[in-house]
């Protein structure tokens, strides 16, 4: 079928929002309309000719609403082929009107279990009717035209007004494929809910899915934000999409008030350095400098201007065209000290006129505000491709404190070495493994990422400090005098050598190699502390 004239339509929506002035559109092009319960109403208020789907039916709507479209005098009208002479005589010996348009949007599931309501009225806001009659004009959409958003509706009175009250094939298979996108996306809630929400743990117990937080199917449901430029590489396409979770708290979600916009690279990097400043919620003043989603420099200070100097310091030859997060508001003076280096992103939770001021002259600097940082210790999985499948595991939220630390060594470290160990732990749990961080007074003097050995990753760790040391003119690198961490244990005693030769004092590692009693024999020959935190890291 080409062009099909829209005669009758049938009106269900829960989202209310443009639909009266859709239906009088309608009705003025001498559409017949047909609606149900609260979008009847809705629209007799506003003076429009309407006709009930009970009227249609022969049944008046059951069971709170439950039942009320699941009929063959709905489904027949939306679902028979018109020149088919069996469906024209099936249509016509049961007096079945045919349904040209279909407008109709579903409860809102998603943003009833969003907003914490109890275990009933979840289940209510499960939409049968909805589904069924979306999907049957869908899959009709020869005959049929679906709408299921209400941002379409502009574009579906556009189609008409060109079409002379008719609507095309093309349109209308472009509004089946988004039709049936969306009912997957919500049947996707539903089953995800059950999986992964209350709807079992509440009323059989933790182990009503065989003690396994795993469906055995994953049904996933993500709408596209945006087209990107390109991916990782020019040669490369690629797209942003979004959960359905209501209240996330990431880049996705922030406030973009300049620069151009954000590539593939870019919001890997950002969500990186996002992630890590994470740690630093509710904290002193922070700041974080990732490259390639790497940290290259952190650093907490009393005020945001000290703590982006000691950052910049760790690394500043990696921090050119680096991506800058700040766990404080940005400030003028701090604004205008990353303007010196080449920025391509900074995220903040708000910036004052004077920061925005300073970032205007750099029209390409992408600045980035977020009402809030995400929880570092949220729940939540993550999902991976790999050739021919999908790993998924559980976030790496774990936390260690003082008290989990466990002093293997003769020395215990002291108050200042046991918290510069605790902010090397916490910036090296989101270094590319193998990991080391070298740390002391809150900023990083050292870091080295992803190497194939942990003795490689440490040499490189110092020798950055090193370069960082004779570039800012210091006598000595930050390293004397500081805390190493490993995001993995130290399998070699070559691994803490290479924190004695590089002047730390202290190290904080997971612990639980074969070679442990050697590697703190090593520690205690050096006069180094060394604690064991019973948690590794690794990040890949």
């Not at 709507?61 to 709905?74: A, F, W, Y």
């Not at 679906?146 to 008409?160: C, G, K, W």
Request: charged letters at 20%; a negative charge.
């Amino acid at each position: 079928m080409g062009e099909v004239t829209i005669r009758r339509a049938l009106l269900s929506v829960s989202d209310k929002s443009g639909v009266v002035e859709l239906a009088s559109r309608l009705a003025k092009g001498g559409v017949e309309l047909v609606s149900t319960g609260g979008t009847a109403r809705a629209l007799r208020d506003a003076g429009l000719d309407v006709r009930d789907v009970s009227d249609l039916t022969g049944f008046p709507e059951m069971m709170d609403g439950r039942v009320k479209t699941l009929h063959p005098m709905v489904h027949g009208g939306l679902l028979a082929i018109r020149d088919d002479a069996d469906h024209a005589a099936a249509m016509e010996a049961h007096d079945i009107g045919p349904i040209d348009l279909l407008v109709c949007n579903l409860y809102p599931f998603e943003e009833t279990v969003a907003r914490g309501a109890g275990r009933e009225e979840i289940i209510e806001n499960i939409d049968i009717g909805g589904p069924s009659m979306i999907r049957s004009a869908s899959k009709n959409h020869a005959y049929v035209t679906i709408v299921t958003e209400p941002s379409d509706y502009a574009a579906l009175l556009d189609e008409m007004a060109e079409n002379d009250g008719a609507t095309t094939r093309a349109f209308r298979i472009r509004m089946a494929a988004k039709a049936f996108a969306r009912t997957a996306s919500y049947d996707a809630a539903i089953a995800n809910w059950f999986a992964w929400g209350d709807a079992y743990t509440n009323e059989l117990g933790p182990d009503a899915l065989g003690a396994t937080p795993f469906p055995a199917v994953m049904p996933l449901a993500f709408q596209r934000q945006a087209e990107l430029r390109y991916g990782e590489n020019p040669h490369q396409q690629a797209a942003i999409y979004v959960g359905q979770s209501a209240g996330a708290v990431g880049i996705p979600q922030a406030q973009q008030v300049q620069g151009k916009e954000l590539s593939y690279n870019n919001y890997n990097d950002a969500d990186a350095a996002l992630e890590l400043l994470s740690e630093f919620r509710g904290q002193d003043p922070a700041v974080v400098i990732v490259k390639h989603a790497n940290p290259c420099g952190v650093a907490q200070a009393p005020s945001l201007l000290d703590a982006w100097k000691n950052a910049l310091a760790c690394d500043s030859v990696s921090a050119f065209g680096g991506i800058v997060a700040l766990n404080r508001p940005l400030d003028g003076p701090t604004a205008e000290a990353i303007c010196e280096i080449f920025t391509e992103v900074v995220i903040a939770p708000g910036a004052d006129d004077a920061a925005r001021s300073a970032f205007a002259a750099k029209k390409n600097l992408r600045l980035l505000l977020l009402e809030d940082l995400p929880d570092p210790r949220r729940q939540g999985f993550q999902l991976k491709t790999i050739a021919g499948g999908l790993l998924l595991q559980g976030r790496d939220n774990g936390a260690v404190v003082a008290a989990d630390c466990k002093v293997v060594t003769k020395r215990a470290p002291t108050e200042q070495e046991l918290a510069d160990c605790l902010f090397a732990w916490n910036v090296a749990r989101h270094v590319k493994s193998n990991a080391i961080v070298f740390a002391k007074d809150g900023a990083t003097a050292g870091i080295g990422a992803g190497q194939m050995n942990r003795r490689d990753s440490a040499r490189i760790a110092a020798m950055r400090a090193r370069e960082a040391a004779e570039a800012a003119g210091w006598a000595q690198p930050r390293t004397i005098g500081s805390a190493m961490a490993s995001d993995a244990f130290l399998p070699f005693a070559d691994g803490l050598q290479a924190a004695v030769d590089a002047g730390a004092t202290a190290v904080i590692q997971p612990g639980g190699a074969m070679r442990d009693e050697e590697v703190i024999a090593a520690a205690d020959d050096a006069g180094l502390a060394m604690v064991f935190t019973g948690m590794r890291h690794f990040r890949h």
